[in-house]
């Protein structure tokens, strides 16, 4: 039941019970009140019958005599008297003799009563004293109120006796009952009304409690900028005031952890390294972009699935167990497959068996492929350098002691020694200039290049470096052609992009038989994305590459055929260094090359326009 009905009930059902008692107080002492005054009513008639009475023995003695038969003192006429006054007063009336004996009763025959001298207020009356009964009447057997009068001595039969007067208590009832309905009428009355303003009063109360209500569920539901519009001066007031500082809080806080959780979440998605947190059970709570990109793995779907499910290579366990036992962080080197090697360190967020988020743990990883590459790299230039020099240094230390012989013994074949010392330190010094060439290239930062760069004609500068090599050419016997209009001008720097062409016709004549042909070319090319490109390729039809060497021609020293490529003065260096000048000018160089039939170079540079 609703509070708005449930008080004017509780309110209705307490004055019906106030009225209800107020009637029955009501009743039995307004029934005394009335039985008192029927008393004192059937005592004033009981007087003025006795006086008749009285009347009646005076008049009865002067006539004794004269007429007997009419004589008070005989029982039929005091029957019929004592009937007419009864009838006439509208009571019972009983004269009764001073030893007990009815003599007249009005509503019953005399002869039939028994002896009335044990009543209690006959007994009263015949001591003198006016006598006052309400009991249970033996005669009529219903409640009933007695008044007993004492008669005074007389000559008649009722000398001494006593006159009696009764009425059923029932008279009074009448009177008792219209008492006791006015407070229950008046209740009834003010009912509608009450209620009504009870009704009024309650809804008064229930409906800002109502309006608290929503309010409290609307937060609770999430709606925090929901405010309650109760504007009262009392306690409820209050209560929807502080209710809408609290949900003001509330919001303010909400805000400042959603901007907190989103920044967190920004620099999580903004870190170069990985981070991935699990639960004990080894579920995903939280992965990072750079973690789905390290592991190649779909991270950022697989939240709350087993971490060796969503990244099945990557060793999540042996790692916890490591960092569980030890309790500090575990640092790590796996490999991942595709000779993909990932830097991991693994830390226990919590010490086991501790609250909150006990067993979780946290791994940073980052790539350490191309470090480790880069490193790897390094180590093996060092040995390729040695390597590399060692050779014509031994050489060389070989043509001199023989040239020294000669020298002494045969001067003719000195000059062909001589020639080829200064072929090999030729070679050498070929060497050094590449590694230089190099050595500069990669000690340079990108962003100190970038601020040298010109605008280069890329069709001018091919023009003039296959100029310049068209002797070597010639002495093979070979066929050049080429094509580069000027105008294809790009940002760079032009020292390093001679070298780079130089590079590639260098390689294409010397890797191409006599009699071969080899086509340069240089255009500019629009792709897909719009981006405007100057493209330079050099063509031959010499030996070819095969396929599974096409890829390595580009890292340093590497020759597909060492003994020919050394004949040929080679050291391996020349493509390492076209592929580095690309880089530098944000291009890239490509070769397709199908064995005994010819090989196409083609680098590609960004077009400055
Ligand atoms: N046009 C080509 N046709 C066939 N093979 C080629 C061609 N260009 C390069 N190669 C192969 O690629 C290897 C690497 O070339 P790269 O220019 O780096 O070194 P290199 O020519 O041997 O020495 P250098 O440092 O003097 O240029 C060569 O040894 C050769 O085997
Ligand atoms: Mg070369």
Redesign the pocket.
């Known amino acids: 039941m609703r509070l708005r009905y449930k008080l004017p009930f509780a309110f209705a059902l307490t004055t019906l019970v106030f009225a209800g008692i107020v009637a029955l107080v009501a009743a039995l002492v307004l029934r005394g009140v009335y039985l008192d005054r029927l008393e004192d009513d059937m005592s004033l008639q009981g007087r003025q019958f006795a006086a008749v009475l009285q009347q009646e023995a005076s008049a009865a003695a002067a006539d004794a005599a004269a007429a007997p038969a009419t004589s008070i003192a005989q029982a039929a006429y005091l029957q019929t008297l004592t009937d007419k006054a009864g009838d006439a007063g509208g009571l019972r009336l009983t004269v009764i003799a001073h030893d007990g004996t009815v003599l007249g009763d009005s509503q019953a025959d005399p002869a039939t009563l028994d002896n009335h001298a044990d009543r209690p207020e006959v007994a009263q009356a015949l001591a003198g004293l006016e006598g006052r009964a309400r009991r249970l009447s033996a005669t009529l057997n219903q409640q009933e109120v007695y008044v007993a009068i004492p008669l005074p001595e007389s000559g008649a039969a009722w000398s001494s006796g006593v006159v009696r007067t009764a009425l059923p208590a029932s008279r009074v009832d009448a009177m008792v009952a219209a008492s006791w309905r006015v407070p229950l009428i008046v209740w009834a009355v003010l009912l509608l009304p009450t209620l009504a303003v009870s009704y009024l009063l309650t809804r008064s109360l229930t409906r800002p409690v109502q309006r608290l209500q929503e309010m409290t569920s609307r937060v609770a539901e999430g709606d925090l900028a929901y405010r309650t519009s109760v504007h009262r001066r009392d306690e409820l007031g209050d209560l929807a005031r502080s209710l809408n500082q609290m949900a003001t809080d509330l919001e303010a806080q909400v805000d400042q952890l959603a901007t907190e959780k989103e920044r967190s979440a920004r620099v999580l998605e903004a870190m170069t390294e990985g981070v991935i947190v699990i639960d004990a059970t080894g579920r995903l709570v939280r992965a990072n972009p750079a973690a789905a990109r390290i592991l190649g793995a779909p991270l950022d779907e697989a939240e709350g699935r087993p971490l060796v499910v969503a990244a099945r290579a990557f060793p999540a366990q042996s790692l916890i167990a490591q960092a569980r036992q030890s309790g500090a962080p575990v640092t790590e080197i796996v490999e991942m497959p595709g000779q993909k090697y990932v830097g991991v360190e693994a830390v226990p967020l919590h010490p086991a068996g501790q609250a909150g988020d006990a067993g979780q743990t946290l791994f940073v990883i980052r790539d350490e492929t191309a470090r480790l590459a880069t490193d790897r790299i390094r180590r093996d230039f060092a040995t390729n350098v040695s390597h590399e020099l060692k050779t014509p240094l031994a050489g060389l230390s070989l043509l001199a002691e023989t040239l020294k012989h000669a020298l002494e013994e045969d001067p003719e074949q000195a000059r062909v020694f001589v020639d080829r010392l200064s072929a090999e330190v030729a070679r050498l010094i070929?060497l050094t200039g590449?590694l230089l060439t190099l050595s500069k290239l990669e000690a340079e930062p990108e962003s100190q290049a970038g601020e040298r760069f010109a605008p280069t004609d890329m069709g001018r500068l091919t023009g003039e470096t296959a100029a310049e090599l068209l002797p070597a050419a010639e002495a093979k016997q070979q066929h050049v052609s080429v094509e580069a209009p000027a105008g294809a001008t790009v940002l760079g720097d032009e020292v390093a992009l001679r070298t780079l062409v130089r590079?590639l016709l260098?390689?294409?004549i010397?890797?191409?038989e006599p009699d071969g042909h080899i086509q340069v070319r240089v255009h500019t090319d629009t792709d897909a994305r719009d981006a405007r490109w100057v493209v330079l390729e050099v063509e031959?039809d010499?030996?070819?590459?095969p396929a599974s060497e096409q890829r390595r021609?580009f890292e340093r020293f590497?020759?597909?055929?060492k003994a020919r490529?050394r004949m040929t003065?080679?050291?391996?260096?020349?493509?390492?260094i076209v592929r580095h000048v690309a880089e530098r000018h944000g291009g890239q160089v490509s070769v397709s090359?199908v064995l005994g039939s010819g090989?196409t170079?083609t680098v590609r540079l960004p077009a400055a326009d």
Do not use: K
């Not at 003065?569 to 390492?576: D, K, Q």
């Open positions: 070929g590449d590079n260098d390689n294409a010397r890797y191409t031959d010499g030996v070819g590459i021609i590497y020759r597909v055929d490529s003065g080679g050291t391996g260096l020349g493509l390492s090359s090989s170079f």
